[in-house]
């Protein structure tokens, strides 16, 4: 099966590109042959593999559409046999390759692009309408997709974690440590915990937040927050971005990990990935009701609030921290990249299967 995949990366730099890079990972094979296109962030002119422009849709609007069909039409090396839109922005894309060669496309659905694109632009609901299969990456982005009478084929699939690199170390010793994994983006929900952490911090004043990820502290938002952590005396670190192997040692040594995910109309977490994480490294983890982590976290594994509820966060912080023994997690409720990738051949393998037998009846 010769795949030609579209995506945001060949390296997983972002979302989009850590689940790219996971299904090509566990299916590349002699059976299974990709040729990958992917986005450059700059708009340079010149074809190529990296060199994908319809993430610049909202700007450039057909153009970009029409750039990227022509740039696969002359660079792509070999005839596919279905193609995978990994982003949302490329769907179009899909669509109109699709019926050039007369063959099958699926699409991944992450969350709020999923969403968004569909509902303002004709042509992106047509190009999800159309797929053979849409793949939501949870059972909430699908709900999301439904509200908004996006009506495609659906095919939910869960992420999953590569369990050889994020897993429990018993040598670790817990410190009372709460990791929050992203950025200052409103939805992430980092303002929500530490309004609540002022209300855990009146019992106790031992707990430290350490915040991982891209931030940038030139911006206003992270003024503010810098603000009201000074204002309140909590305990907070920015330790920036950190390699995979410091990600799982955080994740290790802390007591807790938190992502209180805010849902917005069109900005929401699709999944989070997170959770699943920080659960693979045996570390409890706190999500929000109302979102994609509704599918990453179960009753053994951690917690779901409603966000806003800052009386109820709190309560659960402080529970997990008076606990006298740590609990043990049930970590085969988070899903394998490998288990992840052989949903997504069924999937493929179906939709060739069918574009055959439908040829073969014409």
């Not at 039409?73 to 193609?83: A, E, F, R």
């Not at 920015?238 to 799982?248: I, N, R, T």
Request: with cysteine.
């Amino acid at each position: 099966m010769n795949v030609l995949f579209l995506t945001s990366d060949v390296v997983p730099t972002n979302g989009w590109a850590v689940i790219g890079h996971n299904i090509v990972k566990n299916l590349q094979s002699e059976a299974i042959c990709f040729e990958i296109f992917s986005e450059e962030r700059k708009f340079s002119l010149g074809l190529g593999h990296g060199k994908l422009k319809s993430s610049f849709y909202d700007k450039y609007k057909f153009l970009a559409i029409f750039y990227d069909l022509v740039n696969i039409l002359i660079t792509c090396k070999q005839k596919p046999d279905l193609i995978h839109c990994n982003v949302e922005y490329y769907a179009p894309v899909a669509m109109l390759l699709s019926k050039i060669h007369r063959i099958p496309y699926t699409i991944t659905a992450c969350g709020t692009y999923s969403v968004r694109l569909p509902k303002e632009h004709r042509i992106y609901k047509k190009a999800f309408e159309a797929a053979f299969r849409t793949i939501p990456i949870s059972h909430y982005t699908k709900k999301r997709m439904l509200c908004e009478q996006i009506n495609s084929n659906y095919n939910v699939v869960l992420l999953g974690v590569d369990k050889n690199v994020f897993r429990p170390d018993p040598s670790v010793k817990k410190d009372d440590i709460i990791t929050f994994v992203g950025n200052l983006k409103p939805r992430k929900g980092l303002s929500f915990l530490l309004e609540s952490m002022v209300e855990v911090s009146k019992q106790r004043t031992n707990i430290k937040i350490v915040v991982i990820g891209n931030i940038d502290f030139s911006s206003s938002a992270y003024s503010d927050i810098e603000r009201f952590i000074s204002l309140h005396q909590l305990d907070v670190e920015f330790v920036g971005m950190v390699s995979e192997k410091d990600l799982v040692h955080y994740y290790q040594r802390a007591t807790l990990n938190v992502l209180p995910s805010k849902s917005q109309p069109f900005y929401f977490e699709g999944f989070g990935l997170i959770h699943s994480e920080a659960i693979a490294c045996g570390t409890i983890t706190i999500g929000t009701c109302n979102s994609g982590n509704e599918d990453a976290i179960s009753t053994e594994n951690g917690y779901l609030v409603e966000y806003g509820d800052k009386k109820e966060l709190s309560e659960k912080i402080l529970k997990v921290f008076s606990e006298d023994r740590y609990p043990s997690l049930n970590l085969n409720q988070v899903n394998d990249w490998e288990s992840v990738a052989k949903k997504y051949l069924e999937v493929w393998t179906s939709a060739c299967v069918f574009n055959q037998t439908s040829k073969v009846s014409v």
